[in-house]
């Protein structure tokens, strides 16, 4: 379960969600506000019609709408996302080794705040006492 707090409300609420935004109270409220945005977006005649052509900003090719949030053309839309994936997976696996840490159940959760409670990610975290405590006994064996 994952904590949120209502953009609406300020109501802090728990969800199966990663991504939710509203509280159950809120959520109509929200849809029903999307609603009248895309029929106000509709009625000035701004909205893109599936099936329309439009004009591709990065190549300039004629393409059809095949979708209602659709901005680019097929073969632009498919660099993008290409472009985006691909140096991420192979910058990590070029440059890092990756290491498994098991610990008790519950010290997870408490690793993580302690963590946090000193401004650093759980990884930083567990670099920097990595590095004291080769220091502490690289400095003992001298």
């Not at 959520?27 to 106000?40: G, L, P, T």
């Not at 440059?95 to 946090?116: C, F, L, M, Q, T």
């Amino acid at each position: 379960m994952f904590k949120h707090k209502c953009e609406m409300c300020g109501l802090e609420f728990e969800t199966n969600n990663t991504r939710a935004k509203y509280c159950i109270y809120c959520r109509d409220k929200a849809q029903a506000a999307r609603n009248r945005a895309y029929a106000e977006k509709k009625k000035s005649g701004n909205a893109v019609k599936i099936g329309s052509e439009q004009v591709c900003p990065i190549c300039g090719k004629t393409y059809t709408v095949t979708s209602g949030s659709q901005k680019y053309c097929k073969e632009c839309t498919a660099n993008k996302k290409r472009k985006k994936s691909a140096p991420n997976t192979e910058y990590l696996k070029g440059h890092y080794d990756y290491i498994r840490v098991n610990v008790p159940k519950g010290e997870r959760e408490k690793i993580k705040a302690y963590a946090e409670s000193q401004g650093m990610s759980v990884n930083k975290l567990l670099l920097t006492a990595l590095e004291e405590y080769k220091e502490k006994h690289n400095g003992n064996k001298q």
